[in-house]
């Protein structure tokens, strides 16, 4: 529906933009016929009529038999129509320019149009003359505004199949939000319920820090783009949520000095990151294990890294998980040509490298 209204409303701004270019077109036809006509003893008012009467085919085939044939697909019929008006409108031009030359005794045809352009009629048919005098000037009146409507509805097609492209856009960032956002509470839970298991008293306050990160996935997830800072503020709180079921030996630090406000970026943009860290990093390791994660603003680029440790697992899987399949592919849709995405693994060490063009 909202697909339909959109192109019936592309539909209605192109017609007025054909309309006005056809009244241009019209306009200065007539302004030439007006100019010529300056010191003349021909009439205006015949001047005007005559020039008219060159467009009424032309018109005819560009709004009406034009767009029949495009929403009827009858070829037949529409040959068949623009034959019969074409036929027509030579045969009434025709009638009315031998009026004119019988009234004003001039056969100059430059004296009632600016397109004074004649062919010359066979030897048998010499006495209509004035049939093939009108014959050129309506052609080239219906190519030039047949030229227009061509150019018109290829400028069309390229608007629908832009809106097309962009709905198509959305509707994968949406799946993808949709994907990130159970796959990252699925996380946080498992988190709540080894704290509900040791009875902890800090489980109301994970409980409450869930909150907000529900409200964030929730809300703020649906905006294009957010303060960098409100992505900060949530991966904060992940990282205190996830930190509580860490051994002391675990090492997580978050560095994201000199970010201002006024930097903005997509919302679960970075957070998918810092949780494949977790879930593939110090879940999968024991001792030294660490999280070394940076945001920091270089000149016009925004540059967020993820170091951990990680441990090989026996059967080799795709380099990162869900998260970061999903963060590939919605940076691709926001920020093409904008953005860098890096993944170094090597020795136990996995390293995540973004850059976003600001």
Not at 55 to 84: C, E, H, M, Q, S
Not at 342 to 353: A, L, M
Request: proline share 4%; aromatic share 10%; hydrophobic share 45%.
């Amino acid at each position: 529906m909202l697909l339909m209204r959109f192109s019936m409303k592309v539909i209605s701004g192109f017609s007025l933009t054909r309309l006005l270019l056809n009244l241009l077109f019209t306009g200065l036809i007539f302004w030439a016929a007006i100019s010529n006509n300056s010191g003349s003893e021909v009439a205006l008012g015949h001047v005007l009529l005559y020039n008219t009467l060159l467009f009424v085919p032309a018109w005819v085939n560009n709004f009406w038999l034009l767009p029949t044939l495009r929403r009827d697909k009858k070829t037949g019929n529409y040959f068949l129509k623009i034959v019969l008006t074409f036929l027509a409108g030579c045969l009434i031009l025709g009638q009315y320019l031998q009026w004119l030359q019988v009234h004003y005794q001039t056969d100059e045809l430059s004296k009632f149009t600016p397109l004074g352009i004649t062919s010359t009629a066979p030897g048998f048919l010499k006495d209509v003359q004035y049939y093939f005098d009108v014959l050129p000037a309506i052609i080239i009146v219906m190519i030039m505004l047949v030229i227009g409507y061509v150019i018109r509805e290829f400028l069309l097609k390229l608007k629908k199949e832009e809106h097309i492209r962009n709905e198509q856009a959305i509707a994968e960032l949406n799946l993808l939000k949709s994907q990130i956002s159970p796959h990252f509470l699925f996380n946080v839970l498992n988190s709540l319920y080894a704290l509900s298991l040791n009875k902890s008293d800090k489980t109301p306050g994970v409980i409450l820090q869930l909150s907000d990160i529900l409200r964030y996935s929730l809300y703020e997830a649906q905006e294009r783009e957010i303060p960098v800072l409100d992505e900060v503020a949530i991966i904060n709180t992940y990282i205190a949520i996830e930190k509580m079921r860490l051994p002391d030996t675990a090492r997580i630090s978050f560095n994201h000095d000199e970010i201002d406000q006024t930097i903005k970026v997509a919302p679960m943009l970075l957070l998918p990151l810092i949780e494949n860290a977790f879930k593939h990093g110090v879940d999968s390791t024991v001792g030294d294990s660490y999280i070394n994660a940076s945001l920091a603003k270089n000149g016009n680029k925004l540059v967020f890294t993820c170091e951990n440790t990680f441990k090989e697992p026996k059967s080799k899987p795709k380099v990162g998980g869900i998260g970061i399949q999903n963060v590939r592919k919605r940076l691709e849709l926001l920020y093409p040509s904008r953005h860098s995405l890096e993944i170094e693994k090597q020795e136990g060490i996995f390293k995540v490298t973004l850059l976003i063009l600001l």
